[in-house]
């Protein structure tokens, strides 16, 4: 018996969700599987490698510039497949929703759903609704699941970064994160900024079809941002992933946003962005693959990987500024940043 | 734009939410997986017939007799899929949990969570943890998925029932249902019931091995109960579904409360029965096969199907009753049992 409580920041997605799970999930449902903390599970049918993945959607608010809930539930879940990957073939859809929730407001995510759904191709193939009494859930939480086919020549994963490769970034670093943070603080200054959700499958098949071989590792940096998936590339793999200040893709407007209200973009989560630890004979291709994609049209090569040093043999992540400082960049920790998405 | 509100029958799994999701969901998502409305959607990989389900559970309270919100998520999910015939290969655990939730409730539901799924043999895979503020939720909501392999030679739908099938039903009706309404409303006089809670994947197994072309169609009654339930049945299937009211398995403690509380057995949920369509002639031996797993020992045969009335070509259910009359049983409507999964 403990009095401990559940915090918000064991939601954010940084080092206190992860204790939360290691500490009490895994004791009990181990597997090797589960235990591979990827952004799906990759299961094998007879021959073929089958990804799954779901993730729970609370942000707040529900409508926000350049997205909504239903919106960001359908490209999240896609994008958790195409990071291993796998090319979706299908999605599930659970609501949980308030007593009252405006049927305007449903119609309103229901079309943003279907078109997401439509935009990307990726069927919703089944659902559940759920209604709890008035006060009980704020407004409507989603929860959606896929299921995509990972092609039989791609092994991709967190562990998988060698000395050596280059790191991609597929666009602007933030764009979320302070869309929503603007909009709970009532800023609206920045009207230029609008979240990035979008579907990155399209993206990642066409760099895995221009050279399979060549990438390690995607990853999406959504809650916890790009600080935090690095650092788990770079304690899953044993290396250092070192990051140039100068080359960090940041909008002004988020660079602003973050300054009033005490943010630092490496840690803002993105929802249409990704990174790729890739084969550095290969980097500069691919960053043109990128390039020739909406998604991608403003990716960089932000840093490199490189051996771990003798005194930090599990891994680091360096951030070389502008000013020719170094500074070690940890995950997300004590710094929560609820229903962010 | 209207001033129509999301109400609490919405999420019964009656009427309403057949509604809703007809109205709402299906003109933009309408596929041919989806609009089966089975428990599971059954997609084709190569040669292989994948099932795919997902379900939300918001049960109040979160511990009750028998069980908990965390197994009756795995059970669920496991039975979802096990209704299309399909062997769970592998769940998805999504958790919206309160801030201020306890850790030793945390821990007591990952433990239970971790022994349904190990007796069960079917492993999570994969997971998310949100946290909304205080007040934003109700301690916390599972949502589970789950995927499995249904094997060739089977095919299951709520479509498939014919005249002359006999309708099995593995076990007691309302257990679960009264239970909960039971620890709502604070009575404790019948300290026998408790929910039925329970995987099905190893009944249903060994129905389909002993006889996979006699079983036209297996659904759990949960939400709405057996009435709502046989009438999706008899709707799809285009026939009429009779029940002897003499054959229903009731426990007396069940009829006692639902006296009490004013409540229909055969309208309220069950998290461990199942609805059997079968062929008559393996109807016996299919009884005995459930007759011999733990799950389906009390089974009986509670009515058979017919052509459907020249009057009623959509086809119905009808209730033959102990004093000799006949009544239509319709399905849930109007009347919310909300949280009870």
Same mark, same amino acid.
């Given at each position: 018996?403990?009095?401990?409580?559940?915090?918000?920041?064991?939601?954010?997605?940084?080092?206190?969700s992860? &204790?939360?799970i290691?500490?009490? =999930?895994?004791?009990?449902?181990?597997?090797?599987?589960?235990?591979?903390?990827?952004?799906s599970?990759?299961?094998?049918?007879?021959?073929?490698k089958?990804?799954f993945?779901?993730?729970?959607?609370?942000?707040?608010?529900?409508? =926000?510039p350049g997205?909504?809930?239903?919106?960001?539930a359908?490209?999240?879940?896609?994008?958790?497949l195409?990071?291993?990957?796998?090319?979706?073939?299908?999605?599930?859809?659970?609501?949980?929703m308030?007593?009252?929730?405006?049927?305007?407001?449903? +119609?309103?995510?229901?079309?943003?759903?279907?078109?997401?759904?439509?935009?990307?191709?990726?069927?919703i193939?089944?659902?559940?609704?759920?209604?709890?009494?008035?006060?009980?859930?704020?407004?409507? =939480?989603i929860?959606?699941?896929?299921?995509?086919?990972?092609?039989?020549?791609?092994?991709?994963?967190?562990?998988l970064?060698?000395?050596?490769?280059?790191?991609?970034?597929?666009?602007?670093?933030?764009?979320?994160?302070?869309?929503?943070?603007?909009?709970?603080?009532?800023l609206?200054? &920045?009207? !230029?900024?609008? !979240?990035?959700?979008?579907?990155?499958?399209t993206?990642?098949?066409?760099?895995?079809?221009?050279?399979?071989?060549?990438?390690?590792?995607?990853?999406d940096?959504?809650?916890?941002?790009?600080?935090?998936?690095?650092h +788990?590339?770079?304690?899953?793999?044993?290396?250092?992933?070192?990051?140039?200040e100068?080359?960090?893709?940041?909008?002004?407007?988020?660079?602003?946003?973050?300054?009033?209200?005490?943010?630092d973009p490496?840690?803002?989560?993105?929802?249409g962005?990704?990174?790729?630890?890739?084969?550095?004979?290969?980097?500069?291709?691919?960053l043109?693959?990128?390039?020739?994609?909406? +998604?991608?049209?403003?990716?960089?090569?932000?840093?490199?990987?490189q051996?771990?040093?003798?005194?930090?043999?599990?891994?680091?992540v360096?951030?070389?500024?502008?000013?020719?400082?170094?500074?070690?960049?940890?995950?997300? !920790?004590?710094?929560p940043?609820?229903?962010?998405?």
């Open positions: 018996m403990t009095n401990k409580k559940i915090l918000l920041d064991h939601g954010s997605g940084g080092v206190a992860r &204790e939360l290691e500490t009490v =999930f895994l004791p009990g449902l181990a597997n090797p599987i589960l235990s591979q903390f990827e952004d599970a990759v299961l094998s049918v007879g021959s073929t089958l990804a993945t779901t993730d729970g959607y609370v942000v707040d608010p529900i409508f =926000f997205g909504d809930i239903g919106k960001l359908v490209h999240g879940t896609i994008n958790d195409a990071m291993q990957g796998a090319e979706p073939i299908g999605l599930s859809l659970s609501l949980i308030e007593e009252g929730f405006p049927f305007d407001d449903l +119609e309103r995510l229901a079309d943003s759903i279907a078109e997401a759904a439509k935009t990307s191709n990726v069927p193939v089944t659902g559940d609704t759920k209604v709890v009494p008035r006060g009980k859930a704020d407004k409507i =939480f929860t959606t699941s896929g299921v995509g086919v990972v092609p039989a020549n791609i092994t991709l994963g967190s562990g970064a060698r000395p050596g490769d280059t790191v991609l970034l597929s666009g602007f670093m933030g764009d979320h994160g302070v869309t929503i943070m603007s909009a709970r603080a009532g609206s200054i &920045e009207s !230029s900024i609008e !979240s990035d959700t979008a579907s990155l499958h993206l990642v098949s066409a760099l895995l079809k221009k050279n399979p071989e060549a990438v390690r590792c995607l990853r940096p959504t809650r916890g941002g790009v600080a935090t998936v690095l +788990e590339i770079a304690k899953k793999s044993h290396v250092q992933i070192e990051i140039d100068n080359r960090l893709p940041v909008r002004s407007g988020v660079n602003t946003a973050c300054e009033m209200l005490g943010l490496l840690y803002l989560a993105n929802e962005k990704c990174i790729a630890i890739v084969d550095p004979e290969a980097a500069e291709d691919l043109t693959v990128m390039h020739n994609t909406v +998604e991608g049209k403003d990716a960089r090569i932000i840093g490199s990987v051996e771990s040093k003798p005194d930090h043999r599990h891994g680091r360096i951030l070389n500024t502008v000013i020719g400082g170094a500074r070690v960049v940890g995950p997300l !920790s004590g710094e940043l609820p229903r962010i998405c």
